[in-house]
């Protein structure tokens, strides 16, 4: 009779230590998920920002699955421009382990966490600076062909009509073509530069192509980067 017994003890404790490993390294709101919104979505999304307040667990846990949707659909945050296509230092979009954390997050039902200690400090925001164009920057609406070397720090859409979505390369005069940037249904909240994570240098004879007409994108000019363009196109 006592076998029974033992084998119960014995699978009742397997199950609990099961139960607590899962707990222990289940995603939550204090270890993790505050973390990301903090850094990619509280400039915006608090009090006294442009939009509701995502900073605590009870702002967010109610709105959840529309913060899933929101992200993978890549409305948020609204970087504007399609990932993969260009290579940016001051990217603000979710990188794809950020987007699993939320959504493995979402669909484990929003734990919030037991621990408090692990929930991290409030940033602190600083009142945004206003871009200012360079003199020696370029301004193009259509196609242009660079008469001289420029070595390219990034782009800004000075002036780009709203739903717009364009492809922005340039071919180089071997015919080589080097993605620069993929507008994506422009929005006027996705005024901002886009700074490459290396210079780029594009010889005399490049030509810029997917600039609507009616637009207006700035090149940005940067110090000259020997090794930017070919480790850019390889």
Same mark, same amino acid.
């Given at each position: 009779?006592?076998?029974?017994?033992?084998?119960?003890?014995?699978?009742?404790?397997?199950?609990?230590?099961?139960?607590?490993? =899962?707990?222990? /390294?289940?995603?939550?709101? +204090?270890?993790?998920?505050?973390?990301?919104?903090?850094?990619? &979505?509280?400039? &915006?999304?608090?009090?006294?920002?442009?939009?509701?307040?995502?900073? #605590?667990?009870?702002?967010? %846990?109610?709105? *959840?699955?529309?913060?899933?949707?929101?992200?993978?659909? !890549? !409305?948020?945050?609204?970087?504007?421009?399609?990932?993969?296509?260009? @290579?940016?230092? /001051?990217?603000?979009?979710?990188? %794809?382990?950020?987007?699993?954390?939320?959504?493995?997050?979402?669909?484990?039902?929003?734990?919030?966490? =037991? +621990?408090? +200690? #692990?929930?991290?400090?409030?940033?602190?925001?600083?009142?945004?600076?206003?871009?200012?164009?360079?003199?020696?920057?370029?301004?193009?609406?259509?196609?242009?062909?660079?008469? /001289? @070397?420029?070595?390219? @720090?990034?782009?800004?859409?000075?002036?780009?009509?709203?739903?717009?979505?364009?492809?922005?390369?340039?071919?180089?005069?071997?015919? %080589? #073509?080097?993605?620069?940037?993929?507008?994506?249904?422009?929005?006027?909240?996705?005024?901002?530069?886009?700074?490459?994570? %290396?210079?780029?240098?594009?010889?005399?004879?490049?030509?810029?192509?997917?600039?609507?007409?009616? *637009? !207006?994108?700035?090149?940005?000019?940067?110090?000259?980067?020997?090794?930017?363009?070919?480790?850019?196109? /390889?």
């Amino acid at each position: 009779m006592r076998r029974p017994i033992v084998f119960a003890f014995l699978v009742f404790g397997m199950c609990v230590d099961l139960h607590a490993h =899962n707990v222990g /390294n289940a995603i939550t709101w +204090n270890r993790e998920i505050s973390r990301i919104l903090y850094q990619r &979505c509280a400039s &915006c999304h608090r009090e006294g920002g442009t939009a509701f307040s995502l900073m #605590t667990y009870r702002d967010v %846990q109610p709105r *959840a699955a529309d913060i899933k949707e929101a992200v993978l659909s !890549r !409305r948020m945050p609204p970087w504007g421009a399609v990932k993969g296509f260009g @290579d940016f230092r /001051n990217d603000q979009g979710l990188t %794809q382990a950020e987007l699993e954390l939320i959504t493995d997050w979402v669909d484990s039902d929003t734990p919030k966490g =037991n +621990n408090p +200690n #692990t929930l991290p400090k409030e940033p602190k925001f600083d009142k945004p600076s206003t871009f200012k164009i360079p003199k020696n920057s370029i301004t193009v609406s259509g196609d242009l062909t660079l008469t /001289n @070397d420029v070595t390219l @720090d990034g782009l800004f859409p000075e002036e780009v009509p709203s739903g717009v979505s364009t492809k922005i390369v340039a071919s180089f005069p071997d015919g %080589q #073509t080097q993605p620069l940037l993929w507008l994506y249904e422009y929005k006027g909240s996705y005024r901002h530069p886009f700074l490459f994570r %290396q210079p780029l240098d594009l010889p005399a004879g490049t030509i810029i192509h997917g600039v609507p007409r009616e *637009a !207006r994108i700035v090149m940005l000019p940067g110090k000259k980067n020997k090794a930017s363009r070919s480790a850019a196109r /390889n």
